[in-house]
């Protein structure tokens, strides 16, 4: 009897504790394997070493990305609202803007607020991974006024139900002061350290010298612009006293869209004669203004499984139109009111030419070869599309009457996607430039 007494007296803790180690164990064993799954992620290249949140906040420099709530558009234009776990939310006002949500018979949209306004911070490449299927999804990307990111690509494409959220982002603070340069030589910003203005635009890419001009150091240019459609290079200098703090430069074009250079960091020291130059992978004409503000950098992370409301992908509609005017002419057109956010660039020439394709910037033209072929039988163009990336993009080829002047639409026989900013490649037509009326852009799967 005492030995049972004592046996039992020894158990009795063990006993006492066997059920909560029952319920912390498959816990602390569960929380393992996620941190070990998390930390395997992050050593994969698709993730680029990101930091990661399972609960879906994480603070980004001075700010917290937390999803508040995911909107994914039906076929019919109905949305399925949820909050980014898979739990369904009661339905509220549309976060997607009106005329993004008209086209939802081909465009499938998905509308993440992350709780944050616009001007908290700056978005810049986006991707959906689920590493289970190995699908890797480059949507393009924008966001709206409100602050919400809009993530937007051609129906036909499935995606999983829930996906990982990469994305690269500049977290900002409320007070950083934000100093606009409109694109005009002798244009500046001024603060209460000094001025930075801007002296010289240049359209392309050009050897410079330095030259001396009344004590101050100017560049100049020593050959003809290289790649003159897809860049420009900006000259500025600064007038005033040493500033301790890293600023910032990027330029936005004329969609709102910001472009950073390489060297995006300017550091301001005492006055100098030579001035500092920025590169921008834009053409002039698109550049609307420069934008300074204090630096920030780079920061990449990804929410976990993000839920993603589950709506029919089957296109009611199988491709978008978007006509544009040529009447046989040579030379560049541009279309962007067809669709919010989605521009549309073709440039024309007569006869068949080469070009090889790079994605450096908007995704560049190189001429291989100089001679015109056939250019009383064929036509070539250019095409670019911003802020979409279409499974498959035709093109209808329509005389002076609208009357099609081929059997089928022509197909890019060059074509290279840019990742979450669009798609652009040559198309070679079988009709003389002259019997061009207009050019039907087909979007869709």
């Not at 319920?23 to 064993?29: D, G, K, R």
């Not at 999803?67 to 949820?82: A, F, H, K, W, Y």
């Not at 949507?139 to 409100?146: A, K």
């Not at 709506?311 to 669709?339: C, M, R, S, W």
């Amino acid at each position: 009897m005492n030995n049972n007494i004592k046996n039992l007296c020894y158990w009795r803790p063990l006993l006492i504790l066997f059920p909560v180690l029952t319920l912390v164990c498959p816990s602390l064993i569960a929380g393992t394997k996620s941190s070990r799954f998390e930390n395997y992620k992050k050593r994969l290249p698709q993730y680029q070493k990101a930091r990661s949140t399972r609960d879906h906040s994480i603070r980004v420099g001075p700010n917290v990305f937390k999803i508040q709530s995911v909107q994914r558009n039906n076929p019919d234009g109905t949305l399925q609202i949820e909050d980014g776990k898979g739990k369904r939310l009661p339905d509220s006002p549309s976060l997607i803007p009106r005329d993004l949500l008209a086209q939802s018979a081909w465009l499938d949209i998905i509308a993440v607020d992350v709780g944050l306004q616009k001007s908290q911070y700056d978005l810049g490449r986006v991707k959906l991974i689920h590493l289970k299927s190995d699908t890797i999804i480059y949507p393009s990307s924008e966001v709206i006024e409100s602050g919400v990111i809009i993530l937007k690509h051609v129906r036909g494409t499935i995606l999983d139900r829930s996906m990982d959220f990469w994305m690269e982002v500049k977290s900002y603070h409320e007070e950083d002061k934000v100093r606009p340069i409109p694109i005009k030589e002798g244009a500046s910003a001024s603060w209460d350290l000094g001025e930075l203005k801007l002296i010289q635009t240049y359209q392309g890419h050009s050897a410079f010298r330095w030259e001396k001009r009344n004590g101050l150091s100017w560049l100049v240019p020593t050959s003809q612009p290289r790649n003159p459609d897809n860049s420009c290079r900006l000259f500025l200098r600064w007038k005033g006293v040493r500033n301790q703090e890293d600023h910032q430069i990027c330029g936005v074009d004329v969609y709102e869209k910001k472009w950073f250079p390489d060297a995006i960091m300017m550091q301001f020291g005492k006055q100098q004669n030579a001035p500092k130059a920025i590169t921008l992978d834009i053409p002039l004409s698109f550049v609307d203004h420069l934008e300074i503000r204090p630096y920030s950098a780079n920061h990449r992370f990804f929410f976990e499984e993000m839920g993603l409301p589950d709506t029919d992908q089957t296109p009611v509609v199988d491709k978008f139109e978007i006509p544009v005017e040529i009447h046989g002419k040579e030379g560049l057109y541009q279309e962007n009111d067809a669709l919010s956010s989605i521009q549309l660039e073709l440039k024309l020439f007569r006869g068949t030419r080469s070009f090889l394709l790079s994605t450096h910037g908007r995704g560049e033209f190189k001429l291989s070869d100089t001679k015109t072929k056939d250019p009383l039988t064929f036509s070539t163009f250019l095409y670019r599309i911003n802020g979409l990336n279409s499974s498959v993009t035709q093109f209808l080829i329509l005389d002076s009457l609208g009357n099609p002047l081929l059997e089928k639409p022509v197909t890019p026989h060059s074509l290279m996607h840019h990742g979450w900013q669009g798609e652009f490649g040559v198309v070679d037509v079988p009709c003389p430039l002259e019997n061009l009326g207009s050019i039907v852009v087909l979007l869709g799967s």
